[in-house]
């Protein structure tokens, strides 16, 4: 048989399961609906496909260590190739890890890719959740996509906190000890609930066994469920787009998924799988064999929890011991509590937010085109306050490290702590909010007068002018095509009555949203045109008699 009539009979063949496939499921009419998605191409919007692609390096990760993971708490003593702790009584969770460390071929580099693909897939999340409240990407009608958003980054915590404590070695022991802590602080049910988590008194038999189950199988379906209804938002809503020259509400600018955008995003899985490879051969991450199997009586110096857990640590360790007191004979623990309390607080107001700022606005439009943060000064004065208030707290977890470095004491590196907690935050809105004012006042200027040439000019007057080159228009359009928050004042209810909640909205958005600069108008460019056509003209004119005297 000739090559011509193989590969003929092939695409017969091929042709045949596509028309049986389409004639029960007519998946083409879908295929050719989504192929013709549009993406922007713009670099920020890879920050979420950062994110999807390193979560699809960690189930594939986790999917070869769950073969040789072995999630019990019984007890073995050692006799592997870790001669160090040859003869210790470690539990089979420990030993299964070192077996996997040690004896299994590649285990250790897919180990290690699993632990660097898990902080990759967080810090790509976080990114992109600041990149969509710096530009307004959380406004009507993307809300229900920007809360599943908060609830992927606060699953993903869960499912890296689950993972990093199966090991059962002394690091993640004294983590899961801090939780037992955390859960027996909650008044009247805490103690129940840390005795069903560990099945029994900390630490339990069964603890390893439970956060292998929420690891592996509850947590994941959440994320996959998550991150699948999600995508299906980004397809319902499309994307938004950046201010410039061809955008708008209805023209979104970018490249199709079929075929470019799939080839791409394909080439770009590619990248990320090579970085966490490459990262995850070169360096070494929770190295378990150096310390230990956990034991409540060692105490453990340096080692610090993943990055994302770090702030819940950091605020126990910033938090004053007063902060206990009682009430009718029950114990309440601020200072053990207030983690779970700023937690929750942090992440409820970012859930409520996009709500928040519509109310203050009075604002039930649609908004497809996204903000340049330093057009929302306030907005963005508030995200930079929250940044610097979650690093405050993440760096109060490496106290102890940045007093031995900087021989410092750890009391004063505490006392340091705590003042930033209170002051940092505030600091950095007035100064993140006068900075994107005078950011616009630069581009007022920039628009008005473009951009400069170093070239001096002499007027018929005698005055020197420095030449500017004007903008082209679609720079112009982009420095120029936003809107300026407008304060709406208190409005009265049917009843012609201004209730107090009413009052308090507008104050709120006075404070808020009344220090702005406005955008520039057509008439005021028109008239800034002329102006330099007028000084240009002059100024040739006045060389030109100078050249006719000579």
Sequence with gaps: MSTAQTTSKTVAAVGSVAQWTEDRTGASKAVREFGRKIFPSHWSFMLGEV??????????????????????MAEVVYQGPWTALHGVTISEAY?????????????????????????????ALTIHALRIFFTGAFRKPRELNWVIGIVLSMVGLGAGFTGYSLPDDLLSGNGLRIIDGLLKSIPLVGTYISFFLFGGEFPGIHIVSRLYSLHIMILPAVLIALIGVHLMFVVIHKHTQWPGAGHSEKNVVGEPVLPTFAAKGGGFFFLIFALVAFISAIFTINPIWNYGPYDPSPVSAGTQPDWYVGWADGILRIMPGWMEFYIFGYPISLNINIAIIIMLLFWGIAMVWPWIEAWMLGDNREHHILDRPRNNPTRTGLGVAAAVWYAVMWAGASGD?????????????????????????FIAFFLTRRICLSLQRKDRELVLHGHETGQIIRLPHGE???????????????????????????QPGKDGKVSGLERVRARMAKY??????????????????????????????HDDHKGLEK
């Design 51 to 72: 994110a999807l692609y390193s979560f699809i390096i960690l189930v594939l990760s986790g999917t070869f260590l769950t073969f040789w993971f072995k999630p019990a």
């Design 95 to 123: 030993a299964s890890t070192l077996e996997i460390s040690f004896e299994i071929r590649g285990g250790l580099f897919i180990r290690q890719m699993h632990h660097w693909a898990a902080l990759l897939f967080m810090a």
């Design 512 to 541: 808020f949203y009344e220090d702005r600069i406005h955008p520039v108008t057509k008439a005021e460019l028109d008239a800034a045109h002329e102006a330099h056509h007028h000084d240009e003209v002059a100024a040739g004119d």
């Design 401 to 425: 490290l940045v007093a031995v470095f900087f021989h410092m004491s750890l009391n004063d590196m505490i006392y340091i702590f705590r003042v930033l907690f209170i002051v940092g935050p």
């Design 464 to 490: 020197f002018q420095e030449r500017h080159q004007p903008l082209t228009p679609h720079e112009v359009w982009a420095l120029t095509a936003f809107e300026t928050p407008q304060v709406l004042p208190a």
